[in-house]
């Protein structure tokens, strides 16, 4: 069993090297650095979170999500035919984002992920695995809601982008649809979304991850999408766990065991277990364990003590199904 | 002082940079305990000035000795352990604390300074307080393991620093709730309980402010929170919320707390859009029940915007006094 992230890790740590970003987006913000200058922290930043997961033995990392001023208005700002409006509260999280407002059809301008992705592809031993929110959830935490025309013109949006990380080599591309877990079945037509998002992929595997919150009613719908792995959040979801024990299921799983919202720390032998509970049901040679959602929620030092908890249960996995 | 458009503010002000810096030199340990209250004094004396030349109805001390709203209480309330750095939004963080063992009240924690603010000006000085819900919510529980244990515990120690507040002779006190609307359908009520516990049986008046989440889930059942006053951020969505209280009306019982300035937006406000926003909301609140705010604390902008935001805000209402004869 492997083990990746689901995104986000966070970006400063103790000290005034550990809040190089910080400050340097708080200079860019009183003109006194250039767009560049603050590109160069960013990069920099992002390269040590990259190599934090690593070091740890994250098999699947992620750039840290690390330029994203938030999950909504880092695609929002970049695509055309979106303004950034008002903050609003992130699900049930202590953060925000700013609300995306629909002025005009919305279109792909260019890529708004791969320099990223470039940047942390460059500086990994491990495999670096892109995240984009997906269009449901862009749509349903827009300010005019999921209406299926939005859902459909984001999904074409991220056709493009999607297409584009994997002209620029992303060998595993993921989609965050966190929204998914506010409803009890899936959008009306999401097969067909999910298949248009995903039509430029060419080899690169899938993920589609869910979470704060479980998706037990539709967890054998999520299970029937053109997605090679399903991450689900089995913490704030444990819901699901319920409806997991009774399926089947033929695909890998992202098991998000690890609580990304709460310091205290788990026991790696009670998630190992955890796991091993489904292994006459779940394929684990092509699954991963992973935090139950982004890991931005924590301090610096206490996600990387969670990525040492993940590495440790996924050996034991691995040891007890060798 | 007119009961109509009453004007305040939410509670922290930009701290100024000399005391900014002597914070981070506290933390280096270069700077001594008794050296960095003497700035704080020094700095929430320039907030009250600014208020004074600004012309206020009621006053805040600023929040200079406070990291944010919650940290601070992470930092004092037995049974709360300090915490690290995570993002709230932006480029914004603050210390998240952990709850690591039963949370207990032993002593006042806000009395003391807002003592000295009350001694600097006639005008009234709020006690500034965060609420249990919203501290529960925006900490690590790593102790009780349920919201409700953990939000009353919290409820019972922020009462007994009410009650310290209002024996000091705090006439206002303004308990935050901006996490209260994080799970409306699950803890709204648990919520409303805990400001209960919070309020009862202590002599002034509650305010309570509220921010950027599903408002709209929560109206009208705010109203049932027990305080006087109910404080809003409208200004951030350009009033949209009022739309609200057109299709259910205000408990008139209740004052509402206008927030008129964008405190996440360096652009500064016109007279008559902040006007706009203050007649709309009169065709729905009397004036003497409507209080004229930012749309929450100042610490995000700089002391210079601070002062040109609230110049703003105090003559819109000035002018929609005259306007109005009110």
Same mark, same amino acid.
């Given at each position: 069993?492997?083990?990746?992230?689901?995104?986000?890790?966070?970006?400063?740590?103790?000290?005034?090297?550990?809040?190089?970003?910080?400050?340097?987006?708080?200079?860019?913000?009183?003109?006194?650095?250039?767009?560049?200058?603050?590109?160069?922290?960013?990069?920099? =930043?992002?390269?040590?979170?990259?190599?934090?997961?690593?070091?740890?033995? +994250?098999?699947?990392?992620?750039?840290?999500?690390?330029?994203?001023?938030?999950?909504?208005?880092?695609?929002?700002?970049?695509?055309?035919?979106?303004?950034?409006?008002?903050?609003?509260?992130?699900?049930?999280?202590?953060?925000?984002?700013?609300?995306?407002?629909?002025?005009?059809?919305?279109?792909?301008?260019?890529?708004?992920?791969?320099?990223?992705?470039?940047?942390?592809?460059?500086?990994?031993?491990?495999?670096?695995?892109?995240?984009?929110?997906?269009?449901?959830?862009?749509?349903?935490?827009?300010?005019?809601?999921?209406?299926?025309?939005?859902?459909?013109?984001?999904?074409?949006?991220?056709?493009?982008?999607?297409?584009?990380?994997?002209?620029?080599?992303?060998?595993?591309?993921?989609?965050?649809?966190?929204?998914? +877990?506010?409803?009890?079945?899936?959008?009306?037509?999401?097969?067909?979304?999910?298949?248009?998002?995903?039509?430029?992929?060419?080899?690169?595997?899938?993920?589609?991850?869910?979470?704060?919150?479980?998706?037990?009613?539709?967890?054998?719908?999520?299970?029937?999408?053109?997605?090679?792995?399903?991450?689900?959040?089995?913490?704030?979801?444990?819901?699901?766990?319920?409806?997991?024990?009774?399926?089947?299921?033929?695909?890998?799983?992202?098991?998000?065991? =690890?609580?990304?919202?709460?310091?205290?720390?788990?026991?790696?032998?009670?998630?190992?277990?955890?796991?091993?509970?489904?292994?006459?049901?779940?394929?684990?040679?092509?699954?991963?364990?992973?935090?139950?959602?982004?890991?931005?929620?924590?301090?610096?030092?206490?996600?990387?003590?969670?990525?040492?908890?993940? +590495?440790?249960?996924?050996?034991?996995?691995?040891?007890?199904?060798? | 002082m007119?009961?109509?458009?009453r004007t305040t503010t939410v509670g922290s002000f930009a701290k100024p940079d000399y005391l900014q810096r002597a914070r981070n030199r506290h933390s280096a340990g270069k700077v001594t305990a008794k050296e960095l209250d003497g700035l704080t004094r020094q700095a929430t004396k320039e907030v009250v000035e600014v208020q004074k030349e600004l012309g206020l109805d009621v006053f805040v001390h600023g929040e200079m000795e406070r990291g944010d709203m919650v940290g601070y209480f992470g930092e004092n309330l037995p049974g709360m352990?300090p915490g690290?750095?995570?993002?709230?939004?932006?480029?914004?963080?603050y210390h998240?604390p =952990?709850?690591?063992?039963?949370v207990r009240w032993d002593a006042p924690v806000t009395v003391d300074l807002w003592r000295y603010a009350q001694s600097l000006t006639d005008k009234p000085m709020k006690g500034m307080l965060t609420g249990p819900?919203t501290i529960?919510?925006w900490?690590?529980?790593?102790?009780?393991?349920?919201?409700?244990?953990?939000?009353?515990?919290m409820a019972r120690a922020i009462h007994h620093e009410a009650e310290a507040l209002a024996k000091a002779g705090a006439k206002y006190i303004q308990v935050d709730e901006p996490?209260?609307?994080?799970?409306?359908?699950?803890?709204?009520?648990?919520?409303?309980?805990?400001m209960?516990?919070v309020v009862?049986g202590v002599s002034a008046e509650f305010h309570t402010h509220?921010c950027?989440?599903?408002?709209?889930?929560?109206?009208?059942?705010?109203?049932?929170?027990?305080v006087t006053q109910?404080h809003?951020?409208?200004?951030?969505?350009?009033?949209?919320?009022?739309?609200?209280?057109?299709?259910?009306?205000?408990?008139?019982?209740?004052e509402?707390g206008?927030?008129?300035l964008?405190v996440?937006?360096?652009?500064?406000?016109?007279?008559?859009?902040?006007?706009?926003?203050?007649?709309?909301?009169?065709?729905?609140?009397?004036?003497?029940?409507?209080w004229i705010e930012p749309d929450c604390g100042l610490k995000t902008r700089t002391p210079e915007e601070v002062r040109k935001k609230l110049r703003?805000m105090v003559?819109?209402?000035?002018?929609?006094?005259?306007?109005?004869?009110?």
């Open positions: 069993m492997q083990t990746t992230v689901v995104g986000s890790y966070p970006r400063v740590s103790n000290g005034p090297e550990g809040q190089r970003l910080r400050k340097a987006i708080a200079m860019w913000e009183r003109q006194e650095i250039s767009r560049e200058d603050l590109r160069r922290v960013q990069v920099d =930043v992002l390269h040590e979170v990259v190599a934090e997961q690593a070091a740890v033995g +994250v098999d699947l990392v992620t750039d840290g999500n690390i330029t994203w001023y938030d999950p909504l208005s880092h695609f929002a700002a970049k695509m055309d035919g979106l303004q950034v409006g008002a903050l609003e509260r992130y699900f049930d999280t202590n953060t925000y984002y700013r609300r995306p407002q629909r002025v005009g059809p919305v279109h792909w301008r260019g890529p708004m992920t791969v320099e990223d992705y470039s940047a942390a592809a460059a500086a990994s031993a491990a495999p670096a695995k892109p995240v984009l929110t997906g269009p449901y959830t862009l749509a349903a935490l827009s300010a005019e809601g999921a209406s299926e025309e939005l859902v459909m013109e984001f999904a074409e949006a991220l056709m493009h982008e999607v297409k584009a990380l994997a002209a620029a080599g992303a060998p595993h591309i993921q989609i965050n649809e966190p929204a998914l +877990v506010l409803r009890t079945d899936l959008p009306r037509g999401y097969n067909h979304i999910a298949g248009l998002v995903l039509r430029g992929k060419g080899n690169a595997k899938t993920t589609l991850f869910t979470y704060f919150g479980g998706v037990g009613p539709m967890l054998d719908d999520l299970l029937m999408l053109p997605f090679d792995v399903l991450g689900l959040d089995l913490v704030q979801g444990a819901s699901t766990l319920k409806a997991l024990a009774v399926t089947d299921v033929e695909k890998g799983l992202a098991f998000g065991l =690890v609580d990304a919202r709460n310091t205290k720390l788990e026991d790696p032998k009670a998630v190992a277990k955890a796991v091993l509970a489904f292994k006459d049901r779940v394929p684990l040679d092509r699954s991963y364990l992973a935090p139950s959602n982004g890991l931005e929620f924590l301090p610096r030092a206490r996600a990387r003590e969670k990525l040492e908890v993940l +590495v440790t249960a996924a050996k034991l996995v691995g040891e007890a199904t060798a | 007119s009961n109509a458009l352990r690290e750095l995570v993002r709230s939004y932006g480029n914004r963080y998240k =952990v709850i690591a063992s039963e819900y529960v919510e900490s690590f529980d790593e102790h009780y393991g349920s919201r409700r244990e953990a939000v009353l515990a996490a209260i609307h994080t799970r409306p359908g699950e803890d709204f009520d648990l919520a409303v309980e805990a209960g516990v009862k509220i950027y989440g599903d408002v709209p889930k929560i109206y009208p059942g705010m109203l049932r929170l027990p109910i809003l951020a409208f200004k951030n969505a350009n009033f949209e919320l009022l739309h609200l209280l057109e299709a259910d009306p205000w408990d008139s019982k209740k509402l206008l927030g008129v964008d996440h937006d360096h652009h500064v406000e016109s007279v008559e859009e902040v006007k706009e926003g203050i007649k709309h909301a009169l065709r729905l609140v009397p004036a003497d029940r409507l703003v003559a819109a209402r000035d002018e929609v006094r005259r306007d109005l004869a009110l």
